[in-house]
């Protein structure tokens, strides 16, 4: 095992840790929403909605990079709307994460015009994180190559090792060839195998060459190898290997996000790596939670799936609510210049979206704690469990949402 290897176990036990200690009462600092606040808020949503769905009556003339143009901008300006407006800071961050995404669109077309709308979205995704890796870093917040080609990444592998096409045999295959070409096998990286893996890999070595920055090519060995062992999640498992599968959850999570603060700057001071990771895994516990009746549809196994077969999921929900807010303050510490962080933006994002599943999925929920939740709510949970459906179907493209899916 590798240095870097040894750092990514290392903060597994220790998010593991954390996780176990963190209590499942709602923290005292989270934001209380009064009904008057909420329904002036919902007011402002209506308002968003009436500029922007009515437009769509042309939608389905448009080309797709003018409704990926159209949509980019309607999740920003929904994205300011839900997570506050009026800080220059923030409205910088927002306005250069929409021109960073535009030119992401356009690149990621041109490298593959065969990426689906569905594929765009996810790798876009990514590239979100990157730039807030870049402002919390002090860095200029745009598109990379490494960036670009990271992120893209995501529909080539952990779509395919996810994806129920491939026979347990053949992902098995395909990890062997992709650890092989991210250790430098050029052979390897020919295999027909690995498809166009190679070609977003050189977009990573035009912006760090492999001899140059060695932790570049060993946090991308690191989130394949956790990639590799979370194939175990995929079936039904006991509750006896509850914490073996807690750790696989937690060494995905934050080692995908580590690599995003990586090829900010092609390594990362200790503190930022643990900032970034426990960002990462954040992210994989509200993704898990985003997913549950997917998961549960596809037999993958979450700490969330396993769970609900029990009972309501108050308590773990609670304490993702309390580790988010922990967690994401740890990104106060990394920033080089005074007051550039925005880790309050990035806390509030997830927020948003752990509230909008439990308003989604309120079967999965004791009433006194939507209750509770609906608290720290800007929408009421009746209003906000049907926005989603509700622009989706306002769209008429399945595909396409305001809203991470």
């Given at each position: ?77 929904l994205g300011r709307l839900m997570t506050g407006e009026g800080d220059p800071e923030v409205n910088r961050f927002f306005e250069e994460c929409e021109s960073a995404g535009k030119l992401f669109v356009r690149r990621a077309r041109e490298h593959d015009p065969a990426l ?239 509230l909008e599943a439990v308003a989604r999925y309120p079967q999965f929920f004791s009433l006194p704690f939507l209750a509770a939740a609906e608290e720290f709510s800007p929408l009421r949970f009746t209003y906000l469990g049907g926005l989603h459906d509700r ?15």
């Amino acid at each position: 095992m590798d240095s870097f290897a040894e750092t990514i176990a290392a903060q597994t036990e220790r998010y593991l840790a954390l996780w176990s200690e963190t209590p499942a009462a709602f923290p005292d600092s989270l934001r209380r929403f009064s009904s008057s606040a909420r329904a002036e808020k919902e007011g402002e949503v209506e308002i968003l909605l009436e500029k922007t769905i009515p437009r769509l009556d042309h939608y389905g003339d448009m080309d797709q990079g003018a409704r990926e143009r159209y949509l980019g901008r309607a999740h920003t300006a929904l994205g300011r709307l839900m997570t506050g407006e009026g800080d220059p800071e923030v409205n910088r961050f927002f306005e250069e994460c929409e021109s960073a995404g535009k030119l992401f669109v356009r690149r990621a077309r041109e490298h593959d015009p065969a990426l689906s709308d569905d594929d765009i979205h996810q790798a876009l995704r990514n590239q979100w994180v990157f730039n807030s890796m870049q402002s919390s870093l002090s860095h200029p917040v745009t598109l990379t190559s490494a960036s670009l080609g990271y992120s893209l990444m995501y529909p080539c592998t952990d779509n395919l090792l996810d994806g129920p096409v491939r026979t347990h045999e053949e992902k098995i295959r395909f990890n062997r060839s992709l650890a092989s070409c991210l250790q430098g096998n050029t052979a390897e990286c020919d295999s027909t195998e690995l498809r166009g893996f190679p070609a977003l890999l050189q977009m990573v070595e035009e912006d760090y060459p492999r001899g140059e920055f060695p932790d570049v090519y060993r946090s991308l060995r690191a989130i394949h190898a956790a990639q590799e062992r979370s194939l175990l999640l995929h079936a039904p498992v006991g509750d006896r290997q509850e914490g073996s599968l807690q750790s696989l959850t937690i060494e995905k999570g934050g080692a995908s996000v580590v690599v995003d603060g990586v090829l900010v700057s092609g390594t990362l001071a200790p503190d930022a790596l643990h900032a970034f990771f426990g960002y990462g895994v954040v992210l994989q516990f509200i993704d898990d939670l985003q997913d549950i009746p997917h998961d549960a549809a596809a037999g993958h196994s979450t700490m969330f799936t396993r769970l609900c077969r029990r009972g309501p999921l108050d308590e773990i929900t609670g304490r993702l609510i309390n580790f988010t807010c922990s967690t994401i303050r740890l990104l106060d510490g990394v920033s080089p210049a005074p007051g550039a962080p925005l880790s309050g933006l990035i806390r509030g994002s997830c927020m948003f979206l752990i509230l909008e599943a439990v308003a989604r999925y309120p079967q999965f929920f004791s009433l006194p704690f939507l209750a509770a939740a609906e608290e720290f709510s800007p929408l009421r949970f009746t209003y906000l469990g049907g926005l989603h459906d509700r622009v989706r179907t306002a769209l008429a493209a399945r595909e396409h949402s305001l809203f991470p899916a």
